[in-house]
Protein backbone atom coordinates (compact mmCIF):
# COMPACT_ATOMS: atom_id res chain seq x y z
CA UNK A 1 0.00 0.00 0.00
CA UNK A 2 1.32 3.41 -0.86
CA UNK A 3 1.77 5.85 2.03
CA UNK A 4 -1.24 7.86 -0.07
CA UNK A 5 -3.71 5.25 -0.09
CA UNK A 6 -3.15 4.49 3.71
CA UNK A 7 -3.31 8.12 4.25
CA UNK A 8 -6.81 8.11 2.71
CA UNK A 9 -8.12 5.47 4.55
CA UNK A 10 -7.00 6.56 8.34
CA UNK A 11 -8.45 9.89 7.06
CA UNK A 12 -11.33 8.36 6.80
CA UNK A 13 -11.33 6.07 10.14
CA UNK A 14 -10.11 9.09 11.66
CA UNK A 15 -13.34 10.92 11.01
CA UNK A 16 -15.87 8.10 11.39
CA UNK A 17 -13.95 7.46 14.56
CA UNK A 18 -14.54 11.03 15.62
CA UNK A 19 -18.14 10.74 15.09
CA UNK A 20 -18.76 7.17 16.60
CA UNK A 21 -16.37 8.65 20.36
CA UNK A 22 -18.96 11.65 20.71
CA UNK A 23 -21.46 9.90 21.82
CA UNK A 24 -19.52 7.13 23.98
CA UNK A 25 -17.73 9.86 25.83
CA UNK A 26 -20.84 11.13 27.65
CA UNK A 27 -21.34 7.57 29.16
CA UNK A 28 -17.54 7.17 29.56
CA UNK A 29 -15.73 9.93 31.23
CA UNK A 30 -11.39 9.78 30.62
CA UNK A 31 -10.32 9.11 33.87
CA UNK A 32 -7.47 11.89 34.63
CA UNK A 33 -7.65 15.00 36.65
CA UNK A 34 -10.73 14.90 38.61
CA UNK A 35 -12.26 12.01 36.66
CA UNK A 36 -9.41 10.42 37.64
CA UNK A 37 -10.51 6.46 39.12
CA UNK A 38 -8.75 2.82 39.72
CA UNK A 39 -9.29 0.48 37.29
CA UNK A 40 -7.54 1.76 34.36
CA UNK A 41 -3.96 0.39 34.78
CA UNK A 42 -0.79 2.10 35.83
CA UNK A 43 -0.30 5.30 36.04
CA UNK A 44 2.66 8.14 35.91
CA UNK A 45 3.73 11.75 36.82
CA UNK A 46 0.85 13.91 35.12
CA UNK A 47 3.83 16.45 34.36
CA UNK A 48 6.06 14.04 32.30
CA UNK A 49 2.53 12.66 30.78
CA UNK A 50 1.37 16.10 29.05
CA UNK A 51 4.94 16.52 28.06
CA UNK A 52 5.49 13.24 26.43
CA UNK A 53 2.08 13.23 24.94
CA UNK A 54 2.00 16.57 23.22
CA UNK A 55 5.29 16.90 22.20
CA UNK A 56 4.89 14.40 18.92
CA UNK A 57 2.30 17.13 17.45
CA UNK A 58 4.32 20.24 16.72
CA UNK A 59 7.57 18.16 15.84
CA UNK A 60 5.87 16.02 13.37
CA UNK A 61 4.07 18.66 11.86
CA UNK A 62 6.98 21.05 11.62
CA UNK A 63 8.98 18.45 9.81
CA UNK A 64 6.11 18.36 7.46
CA UNK A 65 6.27 21.82 6.88
CA UNK A 66 10.13 21.75 6.43
CA UNK A 67 9.92 18.88 3.39
CA UNK A 68 7.30 20.25 1.46
CA UNK A 69 8.21 22.24 -1.51
CA UNK A 70 5.34 25.16 -0.51
CA UNK A 71 6.49 25.87 2.92
CA UNK A 72 7.35 29.22 1.16
CA UNK A 73 3.67 30.56 0.55
CA UNK A 74 1.75 32.65 2.80
CA UNK A 75 -0.99 30.34 3.95
CA UNK A 76 1.57 27.41 4.39
CA UNK A 77 3.42 29.97 6.86
CA UNK A 78 0.09 30.83 8.77
CA UNK A 79 -0.62 27.15 9.05
CA UNK A 80 2.63 26.43 10.54
CA UNK A 81 2.45 29.26 12.97
CA UNK A 82 -0.88 28.95 14.29
CA UNK A 83 -0.37 25.15 14.87
CA UNK A 84 3.19 25.76 16.58
CA UNK A 85 1.88 28.63 18.83
CA UNK A 86 -0.76 26.13 20.09
CA UNK A 87 1.06 23.06 20.56
CA UNK A 88 4.43 25.24 21.71
CA UNK A 89 2.41 26.04 24.66
CA UNK A 90 0.33 22.81 25.45
CA UNK A 91 3.74 20.66 25.29
CA UNK A 92 6.28 22.71 26.95
CA UNK A 93 4.86 25.66 28.60
CA UNK A 94 1.36 24.39 29.97
CA UNK A 95 2.88 21.36 32.21
CA UNK A 96 4.58 23.65 34.21
CA UNK A 97 2.72 26.22 34.72
CA UNK A 98 -0.31 24.37 35.96
CA UNK A 99 -0.73 23.29 39.14
CA UNK A 100 -0.47 19.48 39.67
CA UNK A 101 -3.41 17.90 41.60
CA UNK A 102 -3.52 14.67 43.92
CA UNK A 103 -4.01 12.10 41.52
CA UNK A 104 -1.37 10.80 38.21
CA UNK A 105 -2.18 10.17 34.97
CA UNK A 106 -2.93 7.01 33.45
CA UNK A 107 -0.48 5.25 31.37
CA UNK A 108 -3.20 4.59 28.84
CA UNK A 109 -4.75 7.95 28.83
CA UNK A 110 -0.88 9.15 28.04
CA UNK A 111 -0.67 6.67 25.57
CA UNK A 112 -3.90 6.81 23.64
CA UNK A 113 -3.48 10.66 23.66
CA UNK A 114 0.45 10.41 22.42
CA UNK A 115 -1.14 8.10 19.60
CA UNK A 116 -3.36 10.54 18.85
CA UNK A 117 -1.25 13.08 18.48
CA UNK A 118 0.95 11.45 15.93
CA UNK A 119 -1.67 10.66 13.96
CA UNK A 120 -3.16 14.25 13.89
CA UNK A 121 0.05 15.83 13.20
CA UNK A 122 0.63 13.15 10.66
CA UNK A 123 -2.46 13.88 8.44
CA UNK A 124 -2.49 17.21 8.82
CA UNK A 125 0.65 17.71 8.32
CA UNK A 126 0.92 15.71 5.38
CA UNK A 127 -2.34 16.83 3.82
CA UNK A 128 -1.51 20.38 3.81
CA UNK A 129 2.08 20.27 2.70
CA UNK A 130 1.82 17.60 0.65
CA UNK A 131 -0.99 16.16 -0.39
CA UNK A 132 -3.56 18.37 -1.20
CA UNK A 133 -3.00 21.38 -3.53
CA UNK A 134 -0.78 23.87 -2.23
CA UNK A 135 -3.29 27.44 -1.30
CA UNK A 136 -1.14 30.11 -3.08
CA UNK A 137 -1.12 33.63 -1.42
CA UNK A 138 -4.45 34.82 -3.01
CA UNK A 139 -6.58 32.23 -0.29
CA UNK A 140 -4.64 35.04 2.53
CA UNK A 141 -7.49 37.22 1.19
CA UNK A 142 -10.33 34.13 1.63
CA UNK A 143 -13.45 35.43 3.87
CA UNK A 144 -12.71 31.56 5.05
CA UNK A 145 -9.01 32.23 5.70
CA UNK A 146 -9.69 35.69 7.34
CA UNK A 147 -12.41 34.53 9.70
CA UNK A 148 -10.85 30.74 10.79
CA UNK A 149 -7.43 32.70 11.85
CA UNK A 150 -9.50 35.24 13.82
CA UNK A 151 -11.28 32.21 15.42
CA UNK A 152 -8.06 30.56 15.78
CA UNK A 153 -6.60 33.86 17.87
CA UNK A 154 -9.76 34.41 19.94
CA UNK A 155 -9.84 30.80 20.83
CA UNK A 156 -6.00 30.44 21.66
CA UNK A 157 -6.68 33.85 23.91
CA UNK A 158 -9.91 32.29 25.62
CA UNK A 159 -7.68 29.27 26.35
CA UNK A 160 -4.45 30.49 27.73
CA UNK A 161 -6.48 32.77 29.58
CA UNK A 162 -8.73 29.92 31.39
CA UNK A 163 -5.68 27.67 31.99
CA UNK A 164 -4.05 30.33 33.49
CA UNK A 165 -6.60 31.20 35.98
CA UNK A 166 -7.51 27.97 36.92
CA UNK A 167 -3.40 27.20 37.66
CA UNK A 168 -3.54 30.61 39.91
CA UNK A 169 -6.68 28.79 42.47
CA UNK A 170 -3.73 26.35 43.45
CA UNK A 171 -1.30 27.81 45.98
CA UNK A 172 2.28 25.62 45.96
CA UNK A 173 1.17 22.44 47.58
CA UNK A 174 -2.38 22.69 47.51
CA UNK A 175 -4.04 20.16 45.21
CA UNK A 176 -7.49 20.62 45.99
CA UNK A 177 -10.48 22.32 44.01
CA UNK A 178 -11.71 25.91 44.44
CA UNK A 179 -14.51 27.77 42.48
CA UNK A 180 -12.64 29.40 39.56
CA UNK A 181 -13.83 33.52 38.33
CA UNK A 182 -13.05 35.88 36.36
CA UNK A 183 -13.03 36.45 32.41
CA UNK A 184 -15.55 33.89 30.50
CA UNK A 185 -16.05 31.52 33.83
CA UNK A 186 -18.65 34.27 34.81
CA UNK A 187 -20.58 32.11 32.17
CA UNK A 188 -19.43 28.78 31.27
CA UNK A 189 -17.89 25.91 34.04
CA UNK A 190 -15.04 25.26 30.97
CA UNK A 191 -14.12 28.24 29.46
CA UNK A 192 -10.69 26.27 28.57
CA UNK A 193 -12.31 23.65 26.22
CA UNK A 194 -14.79 26.30 24.59
CA UNK A 195 -11.20 28.30 23.43
CA UNK A 196 -10.06 24.64 22.42
CA UNK A 197 -12.57 23.80 20.13
CA UNK A 198 -13.00 27.77 18.52
CA UNK A 199 -9.51 27.10 17.95
CA UNK A 200 -9.76 24.07 15.69
CA UNK A 201 -13.07 25.24 13.90
CA UNK A 202 -11.09 28.32 12.81
CA UNK A 203 -7.84 26.13 11.75
CA UNK A 204 -10.37 23.76 9.43
CA UNK A 205 -11.95 26.77 8.38
CA UNK A 206 -8.62 28.62 7.48
CA UNK A 207 -7.06 25.20 5.98
CA UNK A 208 -10.45 24.34 4.48
CA UNK A 209 -8.86 20.95 4.65
CA UNK A 210 -10.99 17.95 5.99
CA UNK A 211 -7.56 16.40 8.01
CA UNK A 212 -8.43 20.09 10.12
CA UNK A 213 -12.37 18.90 9.99
CA UNK A 214 -11.29 15.56 11.48
CA UNK A 215 -8.77 17.68 14.11
CA UNK A 216 -11.98 20.14 14.96
CA UNK A 217 -14.69 16.91 15.45
CA UNK A 218 -12.31 14.83 17.58
CA UNK A 219 -11.88 18.27 19.71
CA UNK A 220 -16.03 18.81 19.98
CA UNK A 221 -16.04 14.49 20.86
CA UNK A 222 -13.82 15.17 23.45
CA UNK A 223 -14.23 18.10 25.49
CA UNK A 224 -18.12 18.83 25.04
CA UNK A 225 -19.05 15.88 27.07
CA UNK A 226 -15.89 16.77 29.49
CA UNK A 227 -17.33 20.08 29.98
CA UNK A 228 -20.44 18.73 31.05
CA UNK A 229 -19.46 16.36 33.23
CA UNK A 230 -16.74 19.03 34.81
CA UNK A 231 -20.11 21.15 35.10
CA UNK A 232 -21.79 18.54 37.30
CA UNK A 233 -18.96 17.81 39.52
CA UNK A 234 -18.81 21.51 40.31
CA UNK A 235 -22.68 21.92 40.85
CA UNK A 236 -22.44 18.62 43.12
CA UNK A 237 -19.24 19.63 44.69
CA UNK A 238 -20.28 23.42 45.32
CA UNK A 239 -23.38 24.03 46.73
CA UNK A 240 -22.79 28.22 46.44
CA UNK A 241 -21.85 27.35 42.89
CA UNK A 242 -22.99 30.29 40.34
CA UNK A 243 -26.33 29.26 39.14
CA UNK A 244 -26.25 31.44 36.11
CA UNK A 245 -23.17 29.10 34.78
CA UNK A 246 -23.23 27.06 31.87
CA UNK A 247 -21.24 24.01 31.32
CA UNK A 248 -19.82 25.14 28.11
CA UNK A 249 -22.22 27.86 25.94
CA UNK A 250 -22.98 30.83 27.60
CA UNK A 251 -26.66 31.23 28.39
CA UNK A 252 -27.38 28.27 26.31
CA UNK A 253 -25.37 24.90 27.25
P1 LIG B 1 -8.96 20.88 33.23
O1 LIG B 1 -9.70 22.17 33.14
O2 LIG B 1 -9.68 19.70 33.76
O3 LIG B 1 -7.65 21.06 34.19
C1 LIG B 1 -6.60 21.91 33.82
C2 LIG B 1 -5.67 22.09 35.02
O4 LIG B 1 -6.29 22.93 36.00
C3 LIG B 1 -5.34 20.80 35.77
O5 LIG B 1 -4.04 20.91 36.32
C4 LIG B 1 -6.37 20.74 36.89
O6 LIG B 1 -5.95 20.01 38.02
C5 LIG B 1 -6.50 22.22 37.23
N1 LIG B 1 -7.86 22.57 37.69
C6 LIG B 1 -8.99 22.39 36.97
N2 LIG B 1 -10.06 22.85 37.65
C7 LIG B 1 -9.59 23.30 38.83
C8 LIG B 1 -10.20 23.88 39.97
N3 LIG B 1 -11.52 24.10 40.02
N4 LIG B 1 -9.43 24.21 41.06
C9 LIG B 1 -8.09 23.99 41.00
N5 LIG B 1 -7.43 23.48 39.94
C10 LIG B 1 -8.18 23.12 38.85
O7 LIG B 1 -8.35 20.62 31.80
P2 LIG B 1 -7.67 19.30 31.14
O8 LIG B 1 -6.59 18.86 32.07
O9 LIG B 1 -8.71 18.34 30.69
O10 LIG B 1 -7.05 19.95 29.81
C11 LIG B 1 -5.95 20.83 29.88
C12 LIG B 1 -5.83 21.60 28.55
O11 LIG B 1 -5.68 20.68 27.48
C13 LIG B 1 -7.06 22.45 28.23
O12 LIG B 1 -6.63 23.68 27.71
C14 LIG B 1 -7.80 21.66 27.17
O13 LIG B 1 -8.49 22.51 26.29
C15 LIG B 1 -6.67 20.89 26.49
N6 LIG B 1 -7.16 19.61 25.96
C16 LIG B 1 -7.43 19.47 24.62
C17 LIG B 1 -7.96 18.32 24.10
C18 LIG B 1 -8.30 18.20 22.65
O14 LIG B 1 -8.96 17.22 22.27
N7 LIG B 1 -7.90 19.13 21.79
C19 LIG B 1 -8.22 17.15 24.99
C20 LIG B 1 -7.93 17.40 26.38
C21 LIG B 1 -7.42 18.58 26.83
P3 LIG B 1 -6.21 18.39 38.11
O15 LIG B 1 -5.29 17.78 37.09
O16 LIG B 1 -5.87 18.08 39.54
O17 LIG B 1 -7.67 18.15 37.79
Known amino acids: MTERAAYDLVLYVFLASAVLTFPVLFFVTAPYGRHARVGWGPTMNATLGWVLM?????????????????????PAMVFLALWMTHYVNRAFVFPFRRRPGAREMPVLIAGLSLLFNLV??????????????????????????????????GGFALNLHADRVLARLRKPGDTAYHIPRGGLYRWVSSPNYLGEILEWTGFALATWSLPALGFALWTVAN???????????????FPDYPVERRALVPFLW
Do not use: K, Q
Open 120 to 153: NAWLNGRGLFHFEAPLGDAWLGDPRFVLGVALFC
Open 223 to 237: LAPRARSHHAWYRAT
Open 54 to 74: EAPSPLVFFACWWGSASRGTG
